[in-house]
């Protein structure tokens, strides 16, 4: 085991504890206060995956297991520091847990190329359409196969069964000699893969299987926001300072409910904290003001602080109005809220 | 203070600190410090909708019911001011909106079991055999017409022979390997047409003749267009090809020293291709420490680029559709430690590829669908795309050994793609 010296601070208290239930308070002191923000906000930053500070996520199941891969990757790391025999050591923890989570969206992002995520849509399309074909949940798993299949039990070796390249690519070459398998239509592919198998398969597999098939092949990685176009109204409608966090919080009390609302739960500042965590943090509000402004109990104001900041599917689901409504009183709330608050915006910053 | 400011604790403790922090002066204050304890840092934020907006990725319901024309007007609003920002999501729209319309068709097609297991150039005739030995009448009815189209073909090779004895022009050679392929032809010449074929050749398990009064016969799935073409190259053995100077590029001094590049692009290489996002392809420039590739169109307006590739990536997918009929150039630049290299160099003609007009895209997706090795063949040689010809008449000799018309054809389709 390294010496205490090498290993970042904030472990300290975590690695010097002799107590086995000691020891796991620590740990999760150390997982809530430092490890959950961080990948919170890197997965909204690099994936747009919402979780809550439990990680969890009504509407995306990835993102909850991505949520949970990464923090057992954490804690597998923290255990290690604490073995006799172990030679690891983290000298930063903050950037130890960036790290990590980069390294896991990145995973995902390789996945998620854009030509593997159309191709999966274009596969959900086609199972979902025609008449032969389905797709199907059991077990937590999205499955694909011809119709007849639905209610066929496959056995545990098939289901964890994955598919051998080498066979791949020889069913491939006997299928499609001389063919250039991207011009192929999809339907006959999909029908020849299930043809193959003879077994329903993962969607994800078989996605896997006719991307290799057509030789698509996964882009560089980026996050999906890159993609994303911004202009000098980005530069012109940035606002800072503690001012002008005041004067919002002012200007959002005259908003409507609805607009109030939505603008609230999305709101997301430059360091990827909520409203509610920078209202408190530079005491513009106390937790009782809040409450009583919102006009909310502070159960509900605890309840919704802890799964802030919202994606709009997410908004649109507590706010029981559809995601098209959500959208509506964001730019309401945006257009008022540039009246209000862009005249004072170079004013009185740190 | 420390769990509850991160909210990382079970829903009933939060609850209960929330409730005593409403009325705890002390307790409000240690919330913020708490908050503060990360590193602080001043608070700022922005009202640009794009912002906003940039995690609003469109989810598959949402395409498909965008595609179906079902949002209602708030959503289809937001959805819009999304695409506006989002070159993602907008080819994500454009690339399902063109699958749906291509698989239009397809999605009324039966895809039973039994069809799948069955590759459909590979069909076992034992096994065909086998089940017709099953019903004897089957099988004698299956062996009569083999013996009359034996028959046939041998005296319309007679007559072949007496015309050339007569001193009579040749005609194009009836190819002999209907009669020596085992794969038995599924659409018998007799029961198509009245008329003796001048000429035949098996085609992925059809037969396609030439009669006499110079039609096609076999083939009427295949675009009558292409069926005329086929007749006029079945009778004159000569393939049609397109002048494509078009993509013959010019030298230019402009584009770096004069120095040999070290490597060569490999595809596409002067040629027309089916695909709007072909995957380029070019050699390993040794010592290289990554790569760079450029794409202009006809007027020189640079189209897309790749970013910098990493050194053992020979090849790129181009990133966004190219506009079909088009003439494109493209080069890539190989990024040594203290110099660029540009290929095709300055001594070298421009390196252009063309990409399929959408019209012949759409009779090529109804050429694929016949199956017919013969008419994509002569729509690929027509079209310019030289290796898939080659590809398709190669399959055709294969399947017609002894015939000199598919020898021909390929001969001349390998000419072509030499050029």
Not at chain 1, 166 to 174: C, D, P, T, V
Not at chain 1, 253 to 274: A, H, I, M
Not at chain 2, 20 to 41: F, K, M, N, Y
Request: charge should be negative; aromatic fraction near 6%; include cysteine.
């Amino acid at each position: 085991m390294f010496a205490l010296g090498d290993m970042d601070q904030l472990l300290l208290p975590y690695l010097r504890a002799t107590d086995h239930s000691d020891r796991e308070q620590h740990l999760q002191e150390i997982l809530s206060a430092y490890a959950v923000p961080e990948v919170r906000i890197a997965l909204r930053r690099r994936l747009s995956f919402f979780v809550d500070a439990h990680g969890k996520s009504r509407h995306n199941q990835d993102a909850e297991d991505l949520f949970q891969e990464i923090m057992t990757k954490i804690v597998q790391a923290l255990h290690d520091l604490t073995e006799p025999s172990s030679n690891a050591k983290i000298e930063d923890l903050k950037e130890y847990i960036a790290r990590v989570t980069a390294n896991c969206c990145n995973d995902v992002l390789r996945k998620q190329s854009p030509s593997r995520t159309r191709l999966k849509y274009n596969l959900r399309f086609l199972l979902t359409h025609h008449e032969d074909f389905a797709v199907w949940k059991s077990a937590g798993v999205t499955w694909a196969g011809l119709r007849e299949w639905r209610n066929e039990r496959v056995s545990a070796a098939e289901l964890s069964g994955s598919i051998d390249s080498q066979e791949l690519a020889a069913f491939r070459s006997a299928r499609w000699p001389g063919e250039n398998t991207k011009q192929v239509a999809l339907p006959r592919i999909v029908r020849e893969v299930f043809g193959w198998l003879s077994r329903p398969v993962e969607l994800d597999q078989l996605v896997s299987i006719v991307a290799t098939i057509q030789s698509i092949e996964d882009l560089p990685t980026i996050a999906l926001h890159e993609n994303v176009s911004t202009d000098n109204s980005s530069a012109q409608a940035r606002l800072e300072g503690k001012d002008v966090l005041r004067r919002l919080w002012q200007a959002l009390r005259e908003l409507s409910t609805e607009q109030r609302d939505v603008f609230c739960l999305g709101f997301e500042d430059e360091s990827g904290r909520d409203l509610f965590t920078v209202l408190l943090e530079n005491e513009i509000v106390t937790f009782r003001e809040l409450a009583e402004e919102l006009d909310r109990s502070t159960d509900d104001i605890v309840r919704l602080w802890s799964k802030m900041p919202m994606d709009n599917k997410s908004i649109a689901e507590e706010l029981k109005v559809s995601r098209g409504r959500v959208y509506q009183h964001r730019s309401r709330a945006l257009e008022k809220l540039k009246k209000g608050l862009l005249p004072f915006s170079g004013e009185n910053k740190y | 203070m420390v769990l509850f400011s991160s909210r990382a604790m079970p829903h009933a403790e939060l609850t209960a600190i929330g409730r005593h922090l409403a009325d705890c002066p002390e307790c409000q204050g240690l919330l913020v410090s708490s908050l503060r304890e990360g590193g602080s840092e001043p608070p700022s934020f922005t009202l640009a909708p794009e912002f906003w907006l940039r995690h609003e990725h469109l989810d598959y319901d949402q395409l498909v019911e965008l595609s179906d024309d079902r949002l209602d007007a708030d959503e289809r609003e937001s959805i819009d001011a999304h695409l506006r920002l989002c070159a993602t999501c907008q080819e994500d729209v454009r690339t399902f909106l063109a699958f749906r319309k291509e698989i239009e068709s397809e999605l009324r097609l039966p895809y039973s079991p039994a069809l799948a297991q069955a590759p459909p150039q590979k069909r076992n005739w034992q096994g065909v055999w086998n089940r017709l030995a099953w019903k004897p009448i089957y099988a004698a009815a299956a062996i009569i017409l083999a013996i009359a189209f034996i028959i046939g073909i041998a005296a319309l090779l007679k007559r072949r022979t007496d015309n050339l004895q007569a001193g009579n022009a040749p005609l194009p050679q009836v190819s002999p390997s209907t009669t020596e392929n085992p794969i038995a032809p599924s659409t018998p010449l007799g029961t198509t047409s009245p008329e003796t074929p001048v000429l035949s050749l098996n085609d992925n398990g059809h037969v396609i003749a030439l009669d006499k009064s110079g039609k096609t016969i076999g083939i009427d799935e295949v675009p009558i267009q292409i069926r005329d073409d086929i007749a006029q190259l079945l009778k004159t053995e000569r393939l049609q090809t397109p002048n494509q100077k078009e993509l013959l590029g010019e030298e230019s001094g402009l584009r770096g020293s004069s120095e040999k590049p070290p490597f060569r692009l490999i595809y596409p290489a002067r040629i027309v291709i089916p695909s709007v996002r072909p995957t380029l392809r070019w050699e390993s420039a040794p010592g290289a420490t990554s790569y760079r590739v450029y794409i202009s169109d006809a007027r020189g307006t640079e189209v897309t680029k790749s970013d910098a590739l990493s050194p053992d990536r020979t090849n790129w997918t181009v990133d966004r559709p190219l506009k079909r009929g088009e003439v494109f150039t493209w080069s890539v630049i190989a990024v040594f430690d203290n110099k660029e290299i540009i290929s095709p160099g300055p001594s070298s003609p421009e390196m252009k590829f063309k990409v399929l007009s959408a019209k012949s895209f759409e009779q090529l997706q109804k050429l694929r669908n016949s199956g017919s090795h013969l008419a994509l063949g002569v729509f690929y040689a027509r079209e310019g795309l030289h290796d898939e010809a080659q590809r398709e008449f190669q399959i055709l000799l294969r399947e017609n050994p002894n015939s000199d018309v598919a020898k021909k054809l390929l001969q001349q389709a390998q000419t072509r793609r030499s050029r």
